[in-house]
């Protein structure tokens, strides 16, 4: 569809049903368009009211420059209808042919009239649908009313002329067709017939055959009608046409809007890459993980000509080459100038032209990098797990209670040492099955408590000096723990117990990987925004190697022969459980070499009553 035919299709579109698609072809269709054109727009009007006037506004331009485009069409073969009679009376004078002396002074006239009408702007000033559907308009008397008068004189003061002056009828009808109402065109056709048919009863009053004339009135008289009501109809299927067309396009626009805000939101990255390596459309993820750090512009780009893409192009490549792409995807590796590199597992899918089934015309690539899969891949194997785990420790505990109350009443009766030592091994083990289990319930899917206001800074002092006498290590300057505090209450939304629980594991961790000495294990409890409380747990020691690092947070993940691996997994789980969370890092307190888990608490501000 042409430029032309979209913008007259606003035009046409505002219409509603039968004749009146065009608002300037019924008086129904007019009447809808002038009620809504004249709805004023609100002064205290939404963001999203006002753009829907603003839209319904330039709906309403485009429609009028399609008017007045259709209008001065027809006002430039006016004019060039007007030359072309003018210069036929002077063509005709030059020959020697008898016509009147008014013939070449009135088509001089209307070729005059013509060109200004066309030429002067300020002359078509007011031409609109509304004002040309009226018959007492200037715009109508103009244009149509002219072409009447004037092809009406010429037809009547020249019957004895050879040339037929009625066929200029249709210039009158043809636009009236178009331009208005379906009434106003049987009128303006009724008016031409009226003017054919006055002029032939005056021949006959003058002595011509009656017969003949009246029979080439009626048939002028006939195909005046049917080119009027000829026009009205292909403007009206044209309107009915377009008005589909708008919808379609409107519907294609939307849906094609609404699939961009799906991609561009999508955490994947989506690239889709012709055969020559253009990419024709990209989302941000993908334009990040296309990038060492530096923006990739928009779409569309080409992948040829970058180093680091080399072995993208080349999957690319190798998909259209194969015509298919394994379902579970394969990685690339990108290397970057400054020494980064990422591996990127590809997914393509790909579209197939219409005009030939065989061969691909794009090729759709879901982009992710490998440690997202395999992160995600990981949270997925851990849920299910801690779901397993959960069932089992549930089965376990008791079997684990019948086994403690039966080697209570084996030790009662033990009286050799050995027996005795036993006996105190058995109940040692359940002791630690019985933790184990309790830690596995504690952060198994249940009901999550609501938080609490709590005073850390008073919690974290409690804590600590209850660590020290619960663990009898040696107080004053010899401590091996320092705690750092603030004075006056920081209120955090968290549970008590649990968050006790999450402290006195980490002090734990420190303790035994901890270098012996005074001040070895800091604990430290800063304010650094409105919205967030810092504690920090940190220890002097050994860093922690990497390979370690890496499943710190891992559930059943231990160095210790005796451990659970479920310590730091609580710990996690308790603090993204109450909108916190907690991170590793190796640097310390002036940068000495150890190790520091920080927790990030959501702090309270409003006054209340917290818990110590």
């Known amino acids: 569809m042409s430029e032309a035919g979209r913008v007259d299709a606003q035009r046409l579109a505002r219409s509603q049903t039968g004749d009146s698609d065009l608002s300037w072809f019924g008086p129904s269709a007019q009447d809808s368009m002038d009620a809504e054109w004249e709805e004023p727009e609100a002064a205290g009007q939404s963001g999203e009211d006002s753009q829907f006037f603003f839209r319904r506004s330039r709906r309403r331009q485009a429609g ?105 009828f249709v210039m009158p009808v043809l636009m009236a067709g178009v331009l208005t109402p379906r009434l106003l065109v049987l009128a303006t056709a009724a008016m031409a017939a009226l003017l054919m048919l006055g002029v032939a009863w005056w021949a006959v009053l003058q002595g011509a055959d009656v017969g003949q004339r009246m029979m080439q009135t009626g048939l002028s008289g006939t195909g005046l009608f049917v080119v009027g009501l000829l026009a009205s109809e292909l403007a009206s299927r044209l309107a009915r046409e377009e008005r589909a067309a708008r919808g379609s396009m409107e ?6 809007q609404l699939n961009q805000l799906v991609i561009d939101e999508m955490q994947e990255g989506v690239l889709v890459v012709d055969r020559r390596g253009r990419v024709r459309a990209a989302n941000p993820a993908s ?23 080399v072995p993208l192009v080349q999957a690319v490549e190798r998909a259209f080459g194969e015509g298919g792409w394994p379902e579970e995807g394969r990685d690339v590796l990108l290397s970057f100038e400054d020494g980064l590199q990422r591996v990127l597992r590809l997914r393509m899918r790909f579209t197939r032209q219409r005009e030939s089934q065989a061969g691909e015309d794009l090729c759709v690539i879901f982009v992710e990098d490998l440690r997202t899969v395999q992160a995600r891949s990981r949270q997925e194997k851990l849920a299910a797990m801690g779901r397993v785990s959960a069932g089992i420790a549930h089965e376990i505990r008791n079997p684990l209670a019948a086994i403690d ?16 030592r036993l006996a105190a091994m058995v109940a040692s083990n359940v002791q630690r099955l019985k ?30 000096a209850e660590w020290v006498r619960t663990n009898k290590l040696e107080t004053g300057a010899a401590c091996p723990l320092v705690c750092s505090a603030p004075a006056q209450p920081l209120v955090v939304a968290f549970d008590p117990e649990h968050l006790r629980r999450v402290l006195v ?40 190697a990497v390979e370690v690092e890496r499943h710190l947070f891992e559930p059943f993940f231990s160095t210790r022969s005796r451990g659970s691996g479920l310590g730091l997994y609580i710990c996690r789980e308790l603090c993204e459980r109450y909108g916190g969370r907690i991170d590793f890092r190796r640097a310390g307190p002036l940068e000495t070499a150890g190790n520091e888990f920080v927790l990030t608490l959501r702090r309270l501000n409003e006054p209340s009553t917290p818990s110590a």
């Open 251 to 256: 519907l294609a626009r939307q849906q094609a």
């Open 405 to 420: 109350q039966a080697n209570a009443l084996l030790a009662e009766d033990c009286v050799a040492p050995q027996q005795r």
């Open 435 to 464: 933790r184990i289990v309790d830690d596995v319930m504690e952060v198994a899917p249940g009901v999550v408590p609501q938080p609490v206001p709590v005073d850390v800074s008073s919690l974290v002092a409690e804590v600590c």
């Open 287 to 309: 334009r990040a993980l296309l990038s060492n750090g530096h923006k990739v512009r928009r779409a569309p780009f080409q992948l040829r000509g970058v180093a680091a893409w």
């Open 505 to 544: 594991n980490l002090l734990d961790n420190a303790l035994r990987h901890a270098a012996p000495g005074p001040a070895s294990v800091q604990v430290s409890l800063l304010a650094p925004s409105e919205q967030a409380a810092q504690l920090a747990v940190f220890s002097a020691g050994e860093p922690i």
């Open 64 to 168: 009028e420059g399609a008017f007045q485009r259709l209008y001065r069409a027809f006002l430039a073969a006016r004019a060039a209808l007007g030359l072309a009679l003018f210069a036929t009376q002077l063509v005709a004078a030059w020959l020697g042919s008898a016509s009147p002396d008014w013939a070449l002074p009135l088509s001089g006239f209307y070729a005059l009239q013509a060109l200004a009408l066309w030429m002067l702007p300020w002359l078509q000033r007011g031409a609109t649908a509304h004002t040309l559907a009226r018959l007492h308009s200037p715009q109508w008397l103009a244009s149509i009313g002219v072409d009447l008068l004037v092809f009406g004189v010429l037809h009547a003061l020249d019957r004895g002329s050879s040339v037929s002056y009625g066929a200029l």
